[in-house]
């Protein structure tokens, strides 16, 4: 039976991604990463993704955008197994920004140039996409000669959130983008995900251990506790107040072990 094609009783038969008894080991972990995810993404939603460090949050989104395979279970983009897919269209469409952007000695213009001259665009519409997201990222112009160790880690985060953007991604992935922001940057960063959610239908899965942070974002939450699913819920159906306790709980009462490549 193909499975993308029958989901499990209760599952939409087409949300944009789907994991199905999801697992990553690894030799040097006593225990698994991740182990038997099994939720669903549909195209549009605004997913946080939370946990206490070392739940698997980052091998998550790394296993979404295929920096690493899982070691069992199947996780399906649009009914399509991932690892079916040709790595560069599916890094077109599937955006991750790690929390420590890197530049790889480029400047700024040829780093948020690159992804489009992969794709061989016309320089003109490179030129335009560029322009597009300086702004609303509120990175100057004068930012785009820069190297590295010219900016700030704010900056550098920035940078790397419009990288991603200037594919114009169908699923965007998010690792604590906000971490290296200041109040005012964290809630334009956010307005401006909550429009290209609403008018551009984007996908964004959003890992973070703010939980308001989350709770002001998301259509969906997911909860990660040692590699496990531990909540799959409708944000209007979250008890926030008890997840925070619980996250919070967690974080002072436990000496997790860093599991996060």
């Given at each position: 039976?193909?499975?993308?094609?029958?989901?499990?009783?209760?599952?939409?038969?087409?949300?944009?991604?789907?994991?199905?008894?999801?697992?990553?080991?690894?030799?040097?972990?006593?225990?698994?990463?991740?182990?038997?995810?099994?939720?669903?993404?549909?195209?549009?939603a605004?997913?946080?993704?939370?946990?206490?460090?070392?739940?698997?949050?980052?091998?998550?989104?790394?296993?979404?955008?295929?920096?690493?395979?899982?070691?069992?279970?199947?996780?399906?983009?649009?009914?399509?197994?991932?690892?079916?897919?040709p790595?560069?269209?599916?890094?077109?469409?599937?955006?991750?920004?790690?929390?420590?952007?890197?530049?790889?000695?480029?400047?700024?213009?040829?780093?948020?140039?690159?992804?489009?001259?992969?794709?061989?665009?016309?320089?003109?519409e490179?030129?335009?996409?560029?322009?597009?997201?300086?702004?609303?990222?509120?990175?100057?112009?004068?930012?785009?000669?820069?190297?590295?160790?010219?900016?700030?880690?704010?900056?550098?985060?920035?940078?790397?959130?419009?990288?991603?953007?200037?594919?114009?991604?169908?699923?965007?992935?998010?690792?604590?983008?906000?971490?290296?922001?200041?109040?005012?940057?964290?809630?334009?960063?956010?307005?401006?995900?909550?429009?290209?959610?609403?008018?551009e239908?984007?996908?964004?899965?959003?890992?973070?251990?703010?939980?308001?942070?989350?709770?002001?974002?998301?259509?969906?939450?997911?909860?990660?506790?040692?590699g496990k699913?531990?909540?799959?819920?409708?944000?209007?159906?979250?008890?926030?107040?008890?997840?925070?306790?619980?996250?919070?709980?967690?974080?002072?009462?436990?000496?997790?072990?860093?599991?996060?490549?």
């Amino acid at each position: 039976m193909d499975r993308a094609q029958h989901p499990r009783p209760g599952v939409s038969p087409d949300p944009l991604l789907r994991l199905d008894q999801v697992s990553l080991r690894t030799r040097l972990a006593q225990r698994p990463i991740l182990q038997d995810l099994c939720f669903s993404v549909q195209a549009g939603a605004r997913v946080a993704l939370v946990g206490p460090s070392g739940a698997g949050k980052t091998s998550l989104l790394r296993l979404l955008n295929r920096l690493s395979d899982p070691s069992d279970g199947v996780i399906y983009l649009g009914g399509q197994d991932l690892r079916q897919l040709p790595i560069q269209p599916l890094r077109q469409r599937v955006a991750l920004v790690q929390q420590e952007t890197k530049l790889l000695q480029a400047t700024v213009r040829q780093s948020l140039l690159y992804p489009l001259q992969l794709r061989q665009l016309p320089e003109r519409e490179q030129t335009a996409r560029l322009q597009a997201w300086l702004s609303p990222l509120d990175l100057d112009a004068d930012l785009l000669e820069r190297s590295e160790p010219q900016l700030s880690l704010g900056q550098r985060q920035r940078v790397g959130l419009a990288r991603a953007l200037i594919s114009e991604p169908t699923l965007l992935l998010l690792d604590e983008p906000t971490a290296a922001l200041d109040a005012a940057h964290s809630q334009q960063l956010l307005t401006l995900l909550l429009g290209l959610a609403q008018t551009e239908g984007t996908t964004v899965i959003l890992a973070s251990h703010q939980v308001a942070l989350a709770q002001n974002f998301c259509t969906q939450l997911i909860e990660l506790r040692d590699g496990k699913l531990a909540q799959d819920t409708p944000a209007a159906a979250v008890d926030w107040p008890k997840t925070s306790e619980r996250l919070a709980s967690l974080a002072t009462s436990r000496d997790w072990d860093d599991l996060e490549a």
